[in-house]
């Protein structure tokens, strides 16, 4: 149970760890004061000068802890030993202080937090985890403390900064948060309940991606964790071969067919030599009204879903490399920031060979009724889009759009 003594005392040791001598690792300029009573506003609510009771009890547990040289005591004038108007810390007994409320002194900590994250910050494998240690190093060098969204409890802290280790090293394939979970903090439940959105921030922040629009499962898979195995979709006549001579055929399947991350990473894609395109659609419902309602012999229509995770880049760079250098590869996404990066990143990270295909001013302006408005920051970060050598074919596009303030989601071509 908590004392009285120890309460005051953490109400105090609380003033000074936010105190500016603290934080700023000089000597203490000001007195660590709590007031009681006669001031605009109690530090100490269990100060209530209308319960005797707990009146009395305070004022003890004050006294006691002046006697032994740990704060000094100042009454309200003519209620000497009845109402306690400040009490205040004794710098000189701060560590007894600390000891006695039973609490580690956050200098400590500090200190402790500071040689755990340079430390990990040498040994982790990817820069977006390097970022947010460096991060939480500049905060501690400022502020004494951790940030608010680091934990503070001790336990899980310790999980936490083996989560960044254990999600920032490479692996050769994904692994299930509850695998990870079981594996690493040996509760299967653990980083869903205490860190899965403390990394999803981290992520969203430090990741070199525009993560914006991306979903929570996308975010994670960027790193090579999932909650369900992912999936690839496409349809057209391609098979797939698998090292032991198994096979599988999608060009009888009206609605393609889907692979797992895991059988895609095996299988060979095998295409018909009558394909001559590949088209890789950003957006679900714009794949299936294409493979439904435009079938052709000809073209192999893929699901790109958006930001891809590495697996599923790695799908896409086996489909392309088994193309052959005759066929077009085609990207089609919404005209839009997202749409263009994509397009980029496809250029970028798979093929040169890339094609934007019903992205341009034609489309724009033959839909502009069902066209959206963007706002000033979402324009500035479209100018930027100007300088990506990938996009120059889509220059023209990009340059109109910005005249005309407006963007245009693929789904409004069906």
């Given at each position: 149970?908590?004392?009285?003594?120890?309460?005051?005392?953490?109400?105090?040791?609380?003033?000074?760890?936010?105190?500016?001598g603290?934080?700023?690792?000089?000597?203490?300029?000001r007195?660590?004061?709590?007031?009681?009573?006669?001031y605009?506003?109690?530090?100490?609510?269990?100060?209530?000068?209308?319960?005797?009771?707990?009146?009395?009890?305070?004022?003890?547990?004050?006294?006691?802890?002046?006697?032994?040289?740990?704060v000094?005591?100042?009454?309200?004038?003519?209620?000497?030993?009845?109402?306690?108007r400040?009490?205040a810390?004794e710098?000189?007994?701060?560590?007894?202080?600390?000891?006695?409320a039973?609490?580690?002194?956050?200098?400590?900590?500090?200190t402790?937090?500071?040689r755990?994250?340079?430390?990990l910050?040498?040994?982790?494998?990817a820069?977006?985890?390097r970022?947010?240690?460096?991060?939480?190093?500049?905060?501690?060098?400022?502020?004494?403390?951790?940030?608010a969204?680091?934990?503070?409890?001790?336990?899980?802290?310790?999980?936490?900064?083996?989560?960044?280790?254990?999600?920032?090293a490479?692996?050769?394939e994904?692994?299930?948060?509850?695998?990870f979970?079981?594996r690493f903090?040996?509760?299967?439940?653990?980083?869903?309940l205490?860190?899965?959105?403390?990394?999803?921030?981290?992520?969203?922040?430090?990741?070199?991606?525009?993560?914006?629009?991306?979903?929570?499962?996308?975010?994670?898979?960027?790193?090579?964790?999932?909650r369900?195995?992912?999936?690839?979709?496409?349809?057209g006549?391609?098979?797939?071969?698998?090292?032991?001579?198994?096979?599988?055929?999608?060009a009888?399947?009206?609605?393609?067919?889907?692979?797992?991350?895991r059988?895609?990473?095996?299988?060979?894609?095998?295409?018909?030599?009558?394909?001559?395109?590949?088209?890789?659609?950003?957006?679900?419902?714009?794949?299936y009204?294409?493979?439904?309602?435009?079938?052709?012999?000809?073209?192999v229509?893929?699901?790109?879903?958006?930001?891809?995770?590495?697996?599923?880049?790695?799908?896409?760079?086996?489909?392309?490399?088994?193309?052959?250098?005759?066929?077009?590869?085609?990207h089609?996404?919404?005209?839009?920031?997202?749409?263009?990066?994509?397009?980029?990143?496809?250029r970028?990270?798979i093929?040169?060979?890339?094609?934007?295909?019903?992205?341009?001013?034609?489309?724009l302006?033959?839909?502009?009724?069902?066209?959206?408005?963007?706002?000033?920051?979402?324009?500035?970060?479209?100018?930027?889009?100007?300088?990506?050598?990938?996009?120059?074919?889509?220059?023209d596009?990009?340059?109109?759009?910005?005249?005309?303030?407006?963007?245009?989601?693929?789904?409004?071509l069906l």
């Amino acid at each position: 149970m908590v004392t009285i003594e120890q309460q005051l005392l953490d109400a105090l040791l609380d003033r000074y760890e936010h105190s500016v001598g603290f934080v700023e690792g000089r000597g203490q300029q000001r007195r660590i004061l709590l007031h009681l009573y006669g001031y605009r506003q109690n530090d100490f609510p269990l100060y209530d000068i209308d319960d005797s009771g707990t009146r009395k009890a305070v004022n003890a547990a004050a006294q006691a802890l002046a006697n032994q040289g740990f704060v000094s005591v100042e009454w309200m004038p003519g209620q000497e030993g009845h109402i306690l108007r400040r009490v205040a810390l004794e710098l000189s007994a701060v560590p007894q202080a600390y000891a006695l409320a039973g609490r580690q002194p956050l200098s400590d900590i500090v200190t402790g937090l500071e040689r755990q994250l340079t430390a990990l910050s040498e040994n982790v494998g990817a820069d977006w985890a390097r970022q947010y240690l460096q991060e939480q190093l500049d905060f501690l060098a400022r502020n004494r403390r951790p940030s608010a969204a680091f934990p503070m409890d001790s336990t899980e802290q310790k999980e936490w900064l083996t989560v960044l280790r254990e999600a920032s090293a490479p692996r050769l394939e994904p692994m299930l948060e509850r695998v990870f979970s079981i594996r690493f903090l040996g509760d299967s439940k653990a980083f869903a309940l205490r860190h899965r959105a403390r990394l999803l921030g981290v992520l969203k922040k430090h990741l070199p991606l525009d993560t914006s629009d991306m979903s929570d499962e996308e975010l994670l898979r960027q790193i090579g964790l999932e909650r369900y195995p992912e999936l690839f979709s496409l349809a057209g006549s391609i098979a797939f071969r698998w090292p032991d001579g198994r096979s599988v055929d999608a060009a009888p399947l009206s609605d393609g067919l889907q692979l797992s991350a895991r059988d895609a990473a095996v299988a060979q894609p095998i295409l018909s030599r009558e394909v001559d395109t590949l088209l890789f659609i950003e957006n679900k419902a714009n794949y299936y009204a294409q493979i439904r309602n435009h079938f052709c012999p000809r073209t192999v229509v893929v699901f790109h879903g958006g930001c891809y995770s590495p697996q599923r880049g790695q799908f896409f760079r086996r489909l392309c490399q088994s193309a052959g250098p005759s066929v077009r590869l085609l990207h089609w996404g919404d005209i839009d920031l997202g749409g263009f990066e994509m397009d980029s990143r496809l250029r970028r990270e798979i093929d040169p060979r890339f094609v934007a295909w019903q992205m341009g001013c034609e489309e724009l302006r033959s839909h502009r009724e069902q066209a959206i408005s963007f706002s000033a920051e979402y324009a500035s970060k479209l100018v930027t889009l100007l300088a990506d050598p990938y996009l120059h074919n889509s220059y023209d596009v990009i340059r109109y759009m910005l005249s005309e303030g407006i963007r245009l989601e693929q789904e409004a071509l069906l």
